[in-house]
């Protein structure tokens, strides 16, 4: 299945105890927390480019499935990840003691992250 489209944020859960618990500053929480924002992915084969967009944030990352790549994560710092492909609908990713999954199923994307007990997870519509 193409993750390819793009994508409107319909809802989320633990937002801010999640950007707490990796150190966002509580100004910037409050800001991103109502925000819509927007997930744009270009996939060709096992390459994807995926940009999201938060407000005036804009977060950009490219990747080859099952090679090492530097991306910018969730706090803005580089981070060196390895990206696996499960099954044709779901990506995995580990960094930081961060487990990222993204899931296409239709037109919804899920991503979740999870710290410890802590998960993050947001649902996305494609527009």
């Not at 999201?52 to 080859?64: L, R």
Request: glycine share 8%; no cysteine; net charge neutral.
């Amino acid at each position: 299945m193409s993750f390819s489209g793009k994508y409107q944020l319909q809802s989320q859960e633990n937002f801010e105890a999640f950007m707490k618990a990796v150190g966002v500053p509580d100004d910037l929480i409050q800001k991103g927390k109502d925000a819509k924002g927007l997930t744009e992915i270009v996939q060709n084969g096992k390459h994807f480019k995926i940009t999201i967009t938060t407000g005036s944030k804009v977060m950009h990352n490219e990747f080859t499935v099952g090679e090492e790549t530097e991306m910018d994560s969730i706090t803005g710092e580089k981070i060196k990840s390895l990206v696996n492909l499960e099954g044709d609908n779901k990506l995995v990713t580990m960094y930081k003691n961060i487990k990222s999954v993204t899931e296409i199923n239709g037109d919804i994307l899920t991503s979740t992250l999870t710290l410890g007990d802590i998960v993050f997870k947001r649902v996305s519509k494609r527009v």
